[in-house]
């Protein structure tokens, strides 16, 4: 529960009052400006997943907002048999909560 009270601490206002967006904010906060890794951000997901969805009862909140997927690296020459396509799947960028490039999508 430490990151459901930092998140809360983060905007210094009841949970009650915070939505999605706030949520969506606060996690890209997380990955961009304090660098934390994908797994760290998904135990806050959870957090807040149990913060709104049980303590509060407003699972809507957190409807939509997915797991962070770390970013592959990039093929290299061993990959080179492969198709285009099959190449593209290899390098999933970072999916984070219906966002594309760091830009919250409405």
Known sequence: MR???????HYRCPPER?????VRQW???????????????NVAIGALSFLFGTTLN????????RSVRKELPAPTARYTHMSESRRQRLRRPLD?????EGRVLG
């Open 18 to 22: 915070l939505g999605a967006a706030h």
């Open 27 to 41: 996690l890209l906060y997380l990955l961009q400006e304090k660098q934390r890794k994908p797994a760290t951000v």
């Open 96 to 100: 984070l909560l219906g966002t594309k």
């Open 3 to 9: 990151c459901a009270k930092a998140f809360i601490a």
């Open 58 to 65: 407003r699972p809507e909140v957190m409807r939509g907002i």
